[in-house]
């Protein structure tokens, strides 16, 4: 949606019509669901993806008549075999395609508030419709709604991974994520590793101590761990804090024997057996990896997974098939 949003800003200060087209609901199989966003505009596609092939190209020619005739409207996409425009996925996306002319301070106004609270990390429901003018909203649902009429879209401010442990493996990672929508925050009790300038693409740095993560840092059921540190006791001393609240994920990076020493510990610490099982250890997708960047890209990986369970479970619905090129 950043992207979305800047492309757009950039179309109108040129002068230019826009259409921008949201899938409201999907049935079936299909490559993209609810919330998935592009920009059309007079040469095509300006960015974004609903999800490619047959149902895209469908999107990209009704946004072309829409932009000629300078009206919006909520069309039907179906997914099928066969024919000209083959699909694998038999599926149906129904899309919200809002024309966006010219000369609208509406949505210039509301484009310039959604960029300002994207970077501020503030949350927010933008109000779409085919005949409303758009409007940013302070409460909504967790996850997209269409009632028919209106979609109501939760701004993606982007879930939020803590990696305990500064080190190498720490500045490959940090950049992967935020490539694919995460935000990122270090904590590590060495000054030296505890850096804004070590990790400028940080959204926090902290230094403090593992023994009392709280003093310095407010984790919450949202938040992703991935605890990386220079040692096993340091380790112990962060999953066992971290075991004892509710949070989205923990992963730990380690061998077997570093994995088995730890439990050990926290069992004798009390940390129930539930709690250890949920752990993610070794950390990330099975490839193989090896250097900083690979286990960078494993580790992203299995967070990217984990957070589509979550949305998935949070909205109710999954779509099984692939994005088309």
């Not at 609208?104 to 933008?126: D, M, P, Y």
């Not at 949920?278 to 250097?291: L, S």
């Not at 984990?306 to 909205?315: C, F, K, P, Q, W």
Request: net charge negative.
């Amino acid at each position: 949606m950043r992207t979305i949003l800047e492309r757009l800003l950039s179309l109108l200060d040129r002068g230019e019509d826009a259409v921008l087209v949201t899938v409201v609901s999907a049935q079936g199989s299909t490559p993209r669901g609810t919330g998935s966003q592009l920009l059309a505009g007079r040469e095509g596609l300006v960015t974004g993806t609903i999800g490619g092939g047959p149902g895209e190209a469908q999107a990209l020619a009704v946004a072309a008549e829409l932009l000629k005739e300078g009206r919006s409207a909520v069309r039907r996409l179906e997914l099928r075999h066969g024919g000209e425009l083959d699909s694998v996925c038999g599926g149906e996306q129904t899309v919200l395609l809002q024309f966006i002319p010219r000369d609208s301070e509406a949505w210039k106004a509301l484009a310039r508030k959604a960029q300002a609270r994207l970077e501020a990390r503030r949350g927010g429901w933008l109000a779409l419709a085919a005949d409303k003018a758009p409007s940013l909203l302070e409460e909504g649902p967790a996850g997209p709604a269409w009632d028919g009429e209106r979609l109501l879209l939760p701004l993606p401010v982007g879930e939020r991974v803590v990696i305990f442990g500064g080190g190498h493996c720490a500045l490959a990672l940090v950049p992967v994520l935020r490539s694919v929508g995460f935000r990122a925050a270090v904590f590590d009790d060495r000054p030296a590793f505890a850096s804004k300038e070590r990790f400028p693409e940080a959204e926090a740095v902290v230094c403090g101590a593992y023994t009392d993560l709280a003093a310095r840092l407010e984790l919450t059921a949202e938040d992703y761990a991935v605890v990386m540190t220079s040692g096993h006791s340091h380790d112990f001393e962060v999953e066992e804090q971290l075991l004892r609240r509710p949070l989205a994920y923990v992963g730990v990076m380690g061998s077997r024997t570093k994995t088995a020493y730890v439990n050990g510990k926290l069992r004798e610490a009390g940390v129930s057996e539930e709690a250890i099982q949920r752990v993610h250890t070794p950390i990330g997708t099975a490839i193989k990896a090896v250097t900083p960047e690979e286990i960078a890209v494993s580790i992203t990986g299995e967070l990217i997974y984990e957070r589509a369970l979550r949305r998935e479970a949070a909205s109710g619905a999954a779509h099984g098939c692939p994005s088309h090129l």
